[in-house]
């Protein structure tokens, strides 16, 4: 387990992540989208998961958000504590 200290960094490393994961999703997407010029027909390759995965991707951009906020916090109260 982490110290209390390193919070800030895991999560900002969970929101990096989380925004990478995202982007990957959202670059490929459209690749998912095969269509044929000359028929103009189409298929579509696992679109359900990508949508997924972005879900998942923002979800934990959230939630590592929240650990931010919550670390902040602490340490906000700490320095009340100290005073």
């Known amino acids: 387990m982490k ?9 900002l490393a969970g929101v990096q992540r989380a925004r990478d994961d995202f982007e990957k999703v959202a670059t490929e997407l459209p690749r998912q989208f095969i269509v044929d010029s ?6 579509s390759r696992d679109i359900p998961q990508a949508m997924v995965d972005m879900r998942v991707a923002k979800y934990a951009f959230v939630a590592n958000l929240k650990v931010l906020q919550t670390a902040d ?4 109260e700490v320095v009340e504590l100290k005073r």
């Open 3 to 11: 110290p209390v200290g390193a919070l800030p960094q895991v999560a």
């Open 38 to 43: 000359v028929t103009l027909t189409g298929q």
């Open 73 to 76: 916090d602490m340490a906000r």
